[in-house]
């Protein structure tokens, strides 16, 4: 008998039904249910649960409501958490009303504190050792364990991923979202592969601008950036400086661009926005041309 609250073999052979209230033996609970503790429902109560939420989306009012505090509950019954409904905005209303009490919204750390206690309150457990979907239809109980990359919950079947993931899609995805980040932060900055100066960066940029505003040089700018590894508006959208020491680049502000034109974040990347680079002219080495300088 594995209790799947605390990830070991259960001793009890009974356990009460936290609605009927009667003492029942192991065999009444499937396996999700006997790991909930003293709220573990036994079959009859939760045939008769599902009964109840079937009734209440053919009958009842559906959809959320909109407290003046900002907070959300369901429409038939105004709870927070409902499992007629099948609604739980405990951890969403925690978040807001974190915000209003500081006045600001929250910072990823905090959204992570804050569900790490909720969890932690609420305590939900998550068992890898089985399959998430054990105890329902769906699920064959086969005996395999196919683990999902976020690396918090076990499937036995593509088929109970495929049921599961209408659930699971927001918190893997934000998982993975923030494990990049964080992998972001750690690894060092790269280094351009070409290995140029500041000073041969700014002659071939300055190069791509004036040919591609000469006779025949159509294609330049993107031609020089996909070599140099950077956006072409980099270089597109910059200009030429006269100065006493001569001429001087000032590179074009993307991310400004994007926002003025579009209303769009530029991500950094240097293709944003645009298809994948195709050759359109007579390839010319840039970086060659950087190295060597000015005639």
Not at 63 to 74: H, R, Y
Not at 123 to 133: A, L
Not at 222 to 237: D, K, M, R, S, V
Request: glycine share 6%; net charge positive.
């Amino acid at each position: 008998r594995l209790c799947y609250e605390h990830t070991k073999i259960s001793k009890e052979k009974t356990r009460q039904c936290h609605e009927c209230k009667l003492v029942l033996p192991r065999t009444h609970y499937n396996i999700y249910q006997w790991g909930k503790g003293n709220d573990a429902l036994c079959h009859a109560c939760r045939e008769l649960l599902n009964k109840r939420v079937i009734e209440s989306i053919d009958n009842g009012p559906a959809g959320i409501k909109d407290l003046q505090d900002g907070t959300t509950v369901c429409l038939a019954h105004s709870l927070e958490c409902c499992d007629i409904c099948m609604m739980d905005f405990t951890l969403p209303n925690r978040f807001t009303r974190m915000r209003k009490s500081l006045g600001r919204d929250l910072t990823e750390d905090e959204y992570e504190e804050q569900t790490r206690a909720a969890q932690k309150e609420a305590n939900i457990h998550i068992n890898r050792k089985i399959c998430i979907m054990d105890g329902q239809s769906v699920c064959p109980r086969s005996g395999r364990k196919l683990r999902c990359p976020c690396n918090e919950v076990t499937y036995c079947s593509t088929d109970c991923q495929r049921h599961h993931w209408t659930i699971h899609k927001m918190t893997c995805k934000a998982r993975a979202k923030n494990k990049k980040a964080k992998a972001d932060k750690k690894s060092p900055p790269s280094v351009p592969s070409h290995r140029l100066t500041d000073e041969q960066l700014n002659f071939i940029r300055m190069e791509a601008f004036m040919a591609e505003n000469s006779a025949g040089g159509e294609h330049s700018i993107e031609e020089c950036a996909y070599q140099l590894g950077e956006h072409p508006l980099l270089i597109g959208g910059g200009s030429i400086k006269m100065s006493v020491d001569g001429q001087t680049f000032v590179k074009g502000d993307v991310a400004k661009i994007y926002m003025e034109s579009k209303g769009v974040v530029w991500d950094g990347s240097p293709r944003f926005g645009l298809p994948p680079y195709v050759q359109q002219k007579t390839p010319f080495d840039w970086i060659a041309k950087a190295r060597q300088g000015r005639p």
